[in-house]
Structure formats: C-alpha cells, structure tokens
C-alpha cells in the first residue's frame, strides 16, 4: 500500500512515499511560498503530491492515503487548519479543497507534533506501546500523545500543548506571553538562553570559547560539559531537570509504556535521555507499584514528519 | 437493567442499586472494618452486595454488572487492588475473588476519581462530554479525565494522577513527599494550611472569629470573605488562582469540553465556579480559537461514588 505524508513547515514543504510498514520509499522537498501568501502553499501541497506520485510512477488513483503534518493548529475533524504563527493561513478547510483537486478520498490532517508521536509509536522509538508521549525539544516544545492507542486532541483538535503547561509560579515569560510555561524552560531556545545568562555569569568558562568559535546554539553546554566544564555541566544538569519536571507530569498524567524526547536537542542522545529515564522513575507516582515508564531518545529523525504525516490516513 | 455500585472507603462502604439511566434505586451503608485487617473489607463488600439485592427484592442472576470505586491504586483491567494509604490490601485481585462469590460475570473496578468522572460524564454535569475532567477538592486532590468517551488510566491503570502535576518548583510539601504539587496548593487541606498561616498573620481577621466559634475548616475563609473580610478575600482569591492553575493545565493537555469541580469545597458554588470560568478562559492556550472549556460544579453529590462505580460496568 501508498501513502503520501506530507510535512508542511514555514521555509520548505517534505512529501514521502510511505509504505503501510512506515518506509519511506521516496521523498522530494520544495520552498514553501507561504511566508509571501499563506494560500500559495495550498497549490504547493497539492503539485508536490502529483509530482512524487509521477516520478514513483505511481496515479494518485494507486494512493491509499494522504496525510498532512502543519506547524500550526488544526481542526482534525474537519481537516480545517485553523491558524498558525509563521503561515499565513486561517480557517482554511485544506482537506477539503485537496480532496476536490487531487481526487484522493482518504486525506488526513494534524499538528506536526501530533504526528511525530504518531510516527515514532507505530514505526519508531514507541513501535507497539498503547500508550506513549513525545516531546520535540526545538525553537518551541511540541508534544503530542497517544492515549489507548488513539492520538489525544481534544475538544477542536485543541489539546496536547504541553509546552504551555505551567510548571512554575511566575518564572519565564514563554512564547505565548504567559510565565512558567513548560516551553520557556525545556525548549531549545530556554537552554540557550540559560546558556547565556550563564556564559555572562562566567566569563571564564569553556563555553564562551565554544561560543565565540561555533556560534551560541543547544549544543554549546552540551560540548562544554562533555570537556568538563562546570559551569556547563550545572547549566546542562539544570535543564534536563526542567525537562524531567514535565515529563513527570506526563507520568503522573498519562502513565504512558514510553516518552520519547525529539527535536535537535535529542541528538545528544544517552548523555541527555539516562539522566532523565532516572528522573522520571524517582519522581513519577506511584514508580514503585508500576512498570517503569521508559525514556528513550525518538529514532525516526527528519523523516519522522513525513512518516507520522503518512500514519494519520493509515488504519491504526 | 440493575447495576449495583460499590463505593469503599476506609471508614465505610456504600452500596446502591443504580439504573441504565444513572437513577440510583435503593441505598445502603455499612460501617468498614478495613482499618483493623484489609482482607475483611472483601467479605463485607459481598454481604453489602448480597444484601442490597436481597433487600431490593432481586437475586444476583437479575444484576447487570457490578462497579466498584476504590480509595486507591487499582490495576483496572486486572481488577486488582494494587495498594491504598487508607486500607491495608496489597495486590490483591478483588474482582477475581467476588466473581467466584457473587457468580456475577461483569464485575469492574477502579480508582474512586475515575468513577467520579465517569458517573459526572455519563449522568451528571458533564452530560454527552466526550473529553471532560473532574477535579475533587477534599483531603487530597482527586482527578478523572475522559478522552474520547474513554476513561484515562495510562499503563498499568496508573496515571490520571493529577495532584501529583507540578505547578511550582520548590513550594509546599506535597502528602506525596513531593514539592510544588497541584494538590499540596489546592486541596481542602491546602486552603485550610493557607487560612490558618492569614489568620495567624491577621489576629484581627474575621476568619478567627468563625473558626473559634465553627473549627477551622476550608469554609472558613469562604465565609468570611462573604462578609468582607479583606484578609480572607484575599485567600480566596488566591487560592482560586491556585485551582485555576491546575485546571488550566488540563485546559492545555485534554481540552475538554467542560471540567467539573467536585468535593467538599464545590458547595460554595458559583462564587468558587465563576472565576474559575473567568480564569481557565482567559489563561487556556487557543481559547480565542476554539470553543469555550465550560467550567462547572459537580453535580451527583454524595451519589458520585455510587453511580459512578456503577456506570463502570455499563456499556459505555
């Protein structure tokens, strides 16, 4: 069986054959036009999707599905995106303008998050759980969540923003406005600012080095502490327990078999996901009665868009 | 049809004869000898079952399904018993045991919050939801959570604990162990910690005055905001944002249609009720978006157990 996934992002747009085992069997990748005018990217989408069905040598006829990953909110149920912060697009009913132009039936959307979680629990890091949670660690933290082997949404498609969790009582202003947020503390961005505020803090330590030769990003206090750094090993050691206070939220919550920790910071794989597996088993409730939940890096990488996007129109 | 609901707790156990539509028939209460030995518990739940149908004039051949709502962690799908503060059973597979007592078939069990949601979701404020949360506010903090017309419980029927949701690093101590947890800021026993640290800050405070003459309770501050005490408004108030908080949280995650505030501090209705509204409305992620989370008090009051375990043995 075919199916398309399609990951929609601000700068590029990703379609993927996907097989109804999760293998990516070809993918092609265009620049997205939607920062100049967000319904560009509707015409985009849909001569992608006849591009990578021609040169497979496949008719969308042969296409058992679509699915499409947007970086943004979306109204699953009715295939409506409803807004998003870097595609000018609001209350467009995609679904049902891709069904009329590409004659395909069986076309799926939701939040990217969404279907990264979907991804990673059929094909990847959480193959066979029933219950699982991702979290993407980049510019946001998106996260997305499988309850009893269904993706959870919510009334409007409108849940599963984790990253707007308040874990704090005042703290950090996320990027939604509000303080505390989960987000202003665990995301990419929150590690990089925590980097510099301590890099300022100490001018001496190695990461100013790091800094000043690769540029300022997630890895900085990564590298530094890895080196032996101090100072970046307190900065690094703060914020995986940041981490670890939501995922034991998730615990508490959700229970799930496994979280999966995505998005570029999850590179730094064992050195990040043991120290918070350990975390998560000490503080979740209940730890001792129960299974532990495991923590794993995600597995599928840059085609983990691509791949959840297919899974929506799969019968899972 | 005939349901019968098994409410336990460490001090009593309530049993009644409950309908499809969630009517409760016939009542009856025995006081529980738990606290001197655990296993007796499973003997007076079957003579309270035997005798509630006796006395309805039904035999056990008649009873649809049975549902019992346990003060504890449950293992629901393997109806055991897994442990509980209040009742001294560890591991023990209840539903098993009364299956081969009662020779009745559809015999379920779960946490007492879980049935709370359920009995709320199915009969009472939170009618045709298809994703609700219900908080209880007594002595610890009680949550149920509804996806998908689903009962939440995560692995092992070990998540949907709320309480248990971090909402501050560092602050109060939790019953956990734990600090800055949901419960230990908006729990009954959280509001009286806070009225009683006022009071003693504002020996010229009302609420001193009430809770001579009535005992320090969690209506203590209520009261005596009613009746302008600027000290305990300011309690109230906080402790409101406290609530809010956690329920903002749920908001983010679940995006319920409603969410519903149960235990004994849901008496004080509308005054509690609205500026949770104004709070989770104003604070929920995407509220401009999508469809208004309805917050509300519980409605089932002392039947909630009752008709709540119950309804775990309906179709649902």
């Known amino acids: 069986m075919y199916y398309i996934g399609?990951?929609?992002?601000?700068?590029?747009?990703?379609?993927?054959?996907?097989?109804?085992?999760?293998n990516v069997l070809k993918k092609q990748t265009i620049i997205s036009e939607a920062e100049k005018d967000g319904l560009l990217i509707v015409n985009d989408i849909a001569n992608l999707i006849r591009d990578i069905?021609?040169?497979f040598s496949i008719s969308l006829a042969d296409v058992d599905g679509i699915g499409l990953g947007f970086p943004g909110s979306v109204y699953d149920e009715k295939g409506e995106v409803v807004y998003c912060c870097n595609i000018n697009l609001v209350k467009i009913p995609l679904v049902k303008i891709l069904t009329k132009e590409l004659g395909v039936k069986n076309i799926k959307i939701s939040n990217d998050a969404n279907c990264a979680v979907l991804g990673e629990t059929l094909f990847g890091a959480g193959k066979g759980a029933k219950n699982s949670v991702l979290i993407t660690l980049g510019t946001g933290l998106g996260t997305g969540i499988i309850v009893n082997g269904k993706l959870l949404t919510g009334n409007h498609s409108a849940g599963a923003e984790g990253g707007h969790m308040q874990i704090?009582?005042?703290?950090?202003t996320c990027?939604?406005?509000?303080?505390?947020?989960?987000?202003?503390?665990?995301?990419?961005?929150?590690?990089?600012?925590?980097?510099?505020?301590a890099m300022e803090k100490?001018?001496?330590?190695?990461?100013?080095?790091?800094?000043?030769?690769?540029?300022?990003?997630?890895?900085?206090?990564?590298?530094?502490?890895?080196?032996?750094?101090?100072?970046?090993n307190a900065v690094v050691k703060r914020y995986i327990k940041y981490i670890g206070m939501g995922l034991v939220n998730f615990g508490n919550l959700f229970y799930p078999e496994i979280i999966m920790v995505g998005g570029g910071i999850s590179k730094e794989g064992d050195y990040l996901v043991k120290p918070l597996q350990r975390y998560v088993s000490r503080n979740v409730y209940g730890s001792m009665y129960n299974p532990k939940i495991k923590v794993v890096a995600a597995t599928l990488g840059?085609?983990?868009g691509i791949i959840g996007a297919?899974?929506?129109a799969m019968k899972y």
């Open 53 to 55: 069905a021609a040169s």
């Open 310 to 312: 297919a899974s929506l």
């Open 6 to 22: 399609v990951d929609i992002g601000g700068m590029s747009i990703k379609a993927g054959i996907v097989d109804e085992n999760g």
């Open 302 to 304: 840059n085609d983990a």
């Open 202 to 232: 100490h001018p001496e330590s190695l990461m100013n080095e790091i800094a000043q030769k690769d540029g300022l990003d997630g890895k900085t206090a990564f590298t530094a502490a890895k080196q032996g750094d101090k100072v970046a």
């Open 168 to 172: 704090n009582i005042g703290g950090p």
């Open 175 to 197: 990027g939604c406005g509000a303080k505390g947020h989960y987000e202003a503390y665990a995301s990419a961005t929150a590690l990089i600012a925590q980097t510099k505020a």
